[in-house]
């Protein structure tokens, strides 16, 4: 059965970085696009980007555009994402996602979630 | 971006009542639209695919329906699982967006 387990809750001070992680099981792991979203306290989902971890190549949002590295390990099938330069509103969930298809997607299997707390 | 405006932002029903969720998009999505289920403390779950497929294991109660800009989630009869978040998604263009989401909540 297809399984996305990520990295535990962190906490991390404005300007600092985070990295989540997500490792993938029960399926081909470069067979598919791995995606990431995000979810602020009691608000909606906003997608930030993805990694074709067959390539290593990846798109993003545009409002992540400088600030967001992803980042794959085929070894260990893990995906990671790394934000910088943090403050407050990136206090979010952060999710790792399988996308469906190749292209324009929709995510089908879910991580756990992972709590990136920033605070002073 | 494509901004999807889901509607109502609440809705109050009981057990074994019909339920209707809207999303609109600001321009045609033609049918790349998608619904997911979130519980608190869960990430969400997919339910609905390309406006009408259901995902793999979804109950038949669920069905979606609509195309180009406005589009329908419908769950026929509702269980005690099924409160929850709903929220739609494109992936007609980039980047991909959600809908603000419709909470399905005891009446």
């Known amino acids: 059965q297809v399984q996305l387990v990520q990295s535990g809750a962190e906490v991390k001070k404005p300007g600092a970085s985070v990295k989540v992680s997500c490792k993938a099981s029960?399926?081909?792991?470069?067979?598919?696009?791995m995606e990431w979203v995000r979810q602020a306290p009691g608000q909606g989902l906003e997608w930030m980007g993805r990694i074709n971890p067959n390539t290593g190549g990846t798109d993003f949002a545009q409002k992540f555009q400088g600030r967001v590295t992803m980042t794959r390990d085929t070894s260990i099938n893990t995906a990671y994402m790394e934000l910088s330069r943090l403050t407050s509103d990136d206090t979010a969930v952060y999710y790792c996602?399988?996308?469906?298809?190749?292209?324009?997607?929709?995510?089908?299997?879910w991580g756990q979630g992972s709590l990136v707390t920033v605070s002073s | 971006e494509i901004v999807l405006t889901q509607s109502p932002a609440t809705l109050s029903l009981s057990p074994g009542e019909r339920a209707t969720l809207s999303c609109r998009a600001s321009e045609s999505v033609s049918n790349y639209l998608a619904w997911y289920q979130q519980k608190p403390g869960q990430a969400p779950r997919l339910l609905i695919y390309d406006a009408f497929n259901r995902a793999t294991g979804i109950p038949a109660r669920f069905s979606g329906s609509g195309s180009g800009t406005d589009f329908t989630l419908t769950i026929s009869s509702l269980e005690p699982e099924d409160f929850a978040v709903y929220y739609c998604?494109?992936?007609?263009?980039?980047?991909?967006?959600f809908g603000g989401g419709t909470k399905v909540e005891i009446k």
């Open positions: 996602a399988r996308g469906r298809l190749g292209g324009t997607t929709d995510f089908d299997y």
């Open positions: 998604q494109q992936r007609s263009n980039w980047p991909l967006t």
């Open positions: 029960g399926y081909s792991f470069t067979g598919k696009y």
